[in-house]
């Protein structure tokens, strides 16, 4: 006598396997961007750092003019930064100063994503 035997056809585990590759397929696009958004999120981070780091200046150079960096260009802002501006990164700088005399200048990473900041330039 030939006893019940349990388990799954080989026609079910196909379908599984089908429908398992077919959610594979529609959340892998989903993810393949994320290493580019991370690095536009960190560009953008590090103008956010740059325009803290020349207010920041500006409010010591301001207070005693000993202190802090001379800022008359866009590049002088990353002497403000504890560590200097990562070698990813360049700073652009502006064709002409904003009407208030900020500089309204551009961070770019290697990559190419880029952010803009403002930088206040002081003597």
Known sequence: ????????????????????????????PSFVN?????????????????????????????????????????ADVSGALQGGLDADYSITEPAAPNADGSLTCTVAHVNGETATFIGIPIP
Do not use: H, P
């Open 34 to 74: 994320v290493s580019g958004d991370a690095r536009q999120a960190a560009t953008e981070g590090m103008a956010g750092a740059l325009s803290s780091a020349s207010s920041i200046n500006y409010a010591v150079r301001s207070a005693n003019v000993a202190n802090g960096v001379a800022v008359a260009a866009c």
């Open 1 to 28: 006598m030939k006893g019940n035997q349990s388990g799954f056809t080989l026609i079910e585990l196909v379908m599984v396997i089908v429908i398992l590759g077919i959610l594979a397929a529609t959340a892998v």
